[in-house]
């Protein structure tokens, strides 16, 4: 997928401090930072969690700033990324995903228009050439994500107000998936306004094949069961795909994989909490708050 590329060398830098979090994406990173820039962020922040092979080093050299999270997992890196920004916003973009030149400007324009702190971008494929899990996951954001206000939104591509980051910031003990519900949860129980944009786009890789689909809805399962462990609910978005079943029932494979796999990661999850007090005990006390960090 090849991002269109607009005239913005004569454009302003936006008030955004983009943050990829990232770990182990050496065939990524260097595309996705170079569709970031073109959008004029005020700076790029990879945050990276202790890669193994060149992500770090392809990262400096595309231009970003790059720090470590020493390992601590994606929530630690979302919020070290907010807490080391010096600008108003933050535009989380994942490393497979793209956004176009104008992504981060539409998403700054509904949110400061509209009042939201917290935007998500609409996400199109990356292909053309699409398998039948790619397309299946195409369908489920179509049945779950609506543009306007919202009660969860993901991170793929997504503008947050700082001063929310940094009164309710993502938090450590979710170290793989479901991070961002778990701080949707909190923000929104704050008083936060959440939202998906139509006239914002970014591109994202979804998952090709039926083993890669497995193994990214296993990851989210365990990180589902530390939610259900700390909130005592799940996203209500699952009722929404299961009832688009009735009229799309070709993807009734595809919601019944990702059950399965969704259900056997969470047992899995659960017995590991089961045998690890100290995560059990974070969870239940709830996130830690937010603590003092640059002004921005």
């Known amino acids: 997928m090849t991002v269109e590329r607009e005239q913005v060398a004569d454009t302003p830098r936006l008030p955004v401090t983009a943050v990829i ?21 005020a700076r790029i922040l990879v945050v990276d969690g202790n890669s193994t092979d060149a992500t770090a080093a392809l990262a400096r050299t595309a231009g970003a700033d790059v720090v470590s999270d020493d390992g601590a997992g994606l929530g630690a890196a979302r919020r070290l990324g907010a807490e080391l920004a010096e600008t108003h916003w933050i ?10 030149p104008s992504t981060l400007s539409a998403l700054l324009e509904v949110a400061e228009a509209d009042g939201f702190d917290a935007v998500q971008a609409k996400l199109h494929s990356t292909t053309s050439d699409l398998t039948y899990w790619q397309r299946g996951e195409i369908w ?66 979804d998952r090709a094949t039926f ?3 497995v193994a990214q809805r296993f990851w989210y399962g ?32 595809f919601m ?11 047992a ?29």
Do not use: K
């Open 21 to 41: 979090c990232v770990r182990n994406r050496e065939g990524s990173i260097t595309e996705c930072i170079a569709s970031v820039a073109a959008s004029r962020p």
């Open 91 to 100: 535009a989380y973009v994942d490393s497979d995903a793209r956004v176009t």
């Open 140 to 205: 489920r954001r179509r049945m779950q994500e609506h543009p306007g206000p919202a009660a969860l939104i993901g991170c793929q591509a997504t503008l947050v107000r700082r001063s929310l980051l940094l009164s309710v910031p993502f938090d450590a003990t979710f170290g793989g998936a479901a991070e961002d519900h778990d701080w949707c949860f909190r923000a929104t129980a704050a008083g936060a306004a959440l939202a998906h944009a139509d006239r914002a786009i970014a591109y994202h890789e």
């Open 211 to 213: 083993a890669e689909f």
């Open 222 to 253: 365990r990180g589902m069961a530390r939610l259900l462990m700390r909130h005592r609910r799940l996203a209500p978005q699952a009722r929404t795909a299961s009832a688009g079943t009735m009229r799309t029932p070709r993807y009734v494979p």
């Open 256 to 266: 019944l994989t990702s059950w399965a796999v969704t259900a056997l990661g969470m």
């Open 268 to 296: 899995v999850e659960t017995v590991a909490l089961a045998l690890n007090p100290g995560v059990r005990r974070r969870l239940r006390e709830g996130a830690p708050s937010g603590r003092p960090s640059t002004p921005g």
